[in-house]
């Protein structure tokens, strides 16, 4: 794996499992430029990684993340930010996209992106939650969509994301007002899967999803997670014949074989 300044990757490769910190905590994890420029890269390696098939995103120290480190942000991008010409414009358009690459690519990868959140939760760290497939929270979380409370329309994916996650109801509420939501709140609209007591046991909890996840035949959870993601703008009879056709071409008797066999053998302990 490369070396980047924002993250710490620790493999476990008896379970496929990756472990991708933020390791920003003297800062509580806010997004600096490392962050934007080195997410793609770190994406690709993990999705190219044959050892790799579910990642966990957490935070180290007090916090998961409270979003884009403003300053630094506003001091390194001044003329795009504030300036009136429309080469100025264009450079602020082609910034943004930039800064999006890396929630895209996890959201179009093979693998299963699981957050692992505790404390803060704000602005970008709710879009690269909302990237993930699976979320998980420590009973501490604090969830906040705050970009409206500086006067920006959030664009880094959680307007785009979240309704498909929690309604359009929720997420206006979060949008609309900033507010902080507490995690048995994010529970309840479904922005979390699970609530653990705290950040142990959640990074406990998220490993063994990760393990249970990945004791399934891997193309399948790949197939899954592609019907699953083009259902999300298309009709549900689309998605009947893209599912039909997706077992059509890549249906792998031996591995039904193989997961019979492994349910039996699980049934067979248990009696």
């Not at 957490?58 to 998961?64: C, I």
């Not at 010409?85 to 690459?101: F, N, V």
């Not at 929690?166 to 609209?189: C, P, S, V």
């Amino acid at each position: 794996m490369g070396v980047y300044p924002f993250f710490q990757i620790e493999k476990i490769p008896q379970t496929r499992t990756a472990l991708l910190y933020f390791n920003r905590p003297e800062k509580l994890n806010a997004m600096n430029w490392s962050f934007w420029e080195d997410l793609p890269r770190v994406i690709d390696e993990l999705e190219a990684d044959p050892e790799v098939r579910a990642v966990i995103i957490a935070g180290r120290g007090k916090s998961f993340s409270v979003g884009i480190d403003v300053f630094e942000f506003f001091m390194n991008h001044q003329n795009a930010l504030t300036g009136a010409t429309a080469d100025a414009r264009e450079e602020l358009y082609r910034l943004i996209l930039r800064m999006q690459e890396g929630f895209d690519r996890m959201t179009a990868g093979n693998n299963i992106y699981i957050a692992a959140i505790h404390r803060h939760c704000i602005g970008a760290g709710l879009d690269i939650s909302a990237a993930c497939d699976l979320r998980l929270a420590a009973s501490d979380a604090i969830f906040s969509l705050r970009e409206t409370k500086i006067a920006i329309v959030a664009d880094m994916g959680s307007l785009n994301r979240l309704p498909r996650i929690i309604g359009q109801g929720n997420t206006r509420m979060m949008a609309f007002t900033g507010r902080d939501f507490k995690a048995d709140e994010a529970l309840r609209m479904g922005l979390v899967n699970e609530v653990y007591d705290n950040q142990e046991t959640l990074i406990a909890g998220a490993l063994a999803l990760a393990a249970e996840i990945n004791e399934n035949a891997a193309p399948t959870v790949r197939g899954t997670k592609r019907i699953l993601a083009y259902m999300e703008d298309h009709s549900v009879d689309d998605g009947l014949k893209y599912v039909a056709a997706w077992n059509s071409a890549f249906l792998n008797t031996r591995e039904i074989q193989e997961a019979l066999q492994r349910a039996m053998e699980r049934k067979a302990k248990k009696s």
